[in-house]
């Protein structure tokens, strides 16, 4: 038992560290030239160990999303998600300006939805849930990285939910 614990904050740490080196560098604008040797370099890990836990860049990006969305969640609703994303909206702005870097975010964010969906609306057709966390994804990366005037937090996240219950609804 004591071996697993250890194993798994070994994991754990690794992991935390991939994906804030993938965070770090996507800030620096090396959204096109990441590599697995730079990100290895930067969290201090081996390769071997980046390929035991991701397999590829892709994964440990779509990882690396899926886990600051897990953050900002914790059970407390939408709006907080939003707010935490709004805060650090100079780093997502960049993020989101890598169409290969966007097209994986918006991946993770539609699984993220769709889950959180789902869990709220036991009983909704899947795919209603999935229409309807696929056009919440895209509300929240234009709402993200959008050119007009921001929306206040929660209006955004009351206007997504009031869509979403819109589409379930059927």
């Given at each position: 038992?004591?071996?697993?614990?250890?194993?798994d904050?070994?994991?754990?740490?690794?992991c935390?560290?991939?994906?804030?080196?993938?965070?770090?560098?996507?800030?620096e604008?090396?959204?096109?030239?990441?590599?697995?040797?730079?990100?290895?370099?930067?969290?201090?890990?081996?390769?071997?160990?980046?390929?035991?836990?991701?397999g590829?860049?892709?994964?440990?990006?779509?990882?690396?999303?899926?886990?600051?969305l897990?953050?900002?969640?914790?059970?407390?609703?939408?709006?907080?998600?939003?707010?935490?994303?709004?805060?650090?909206?100079r780093?997502?702005?960049?993020?989101?300006?890598?169409?290969?870097?966007?097209?994986?975010?918006?991946?993770?964010?539609?699984?993220?939805?769709?889950?959180?969906?789902?869990?709220?609306?036991r009983?909704?057709?899947?795919?209603?849930?999935?229409?309807a966390?696929?056009?919440?994804?895209?509300?929240?990366?234009?709402w993200?990285?959008?050119?007009?005037?921001?929306v206040?937090?929660?209006?955004?996240?009351?206007?997504?939910?009031?869509?979403?219950d819109v589409?379930l609804?059927?």
């Open positions: 038992m004591a071996g697993n614990v250890v194993a904050a070994r994991v754990r740490r690794s935390a560290a991939l994906s804030g080196a993938m965070l770090e560098l996507l800030d604008g090396r959204g096109l030239d990441l590599t697995v040797s730079a990100l290895c370099e930067r969290a201090g890990v081996s390769r071997p160990t980046f390929y035991q836990h991701f590829t860049v892709d994964g440990l990006l779509s990882a690396a999303v899926a886990l600051r897990c953050e900002l969640d914790a059970g407390r609703g939408l709006a907080p998600v939003l707010a935490g994303l709004a805060a650090d909206q780093t997502y702005g960049a993020r989101l300006g890598d169409a290969r870097v966007l097209e994986k975010a918006h991946l993770s964010v539609c699984d993220w939805l769709e889950e959180r969906i789902a869990g709220q609306h009983d909704a057709d899947p795919t209603a849930v999935a229409f966390a696929g056009g919440a994804a895209r509300l929240l990366v234009e993200l990285h959008g050119d007009g005037p921001r206040p937090t929660e209006e955004m996240a009351a206007r997504i939910e009031r869509l979403v589409v609804a059927g």
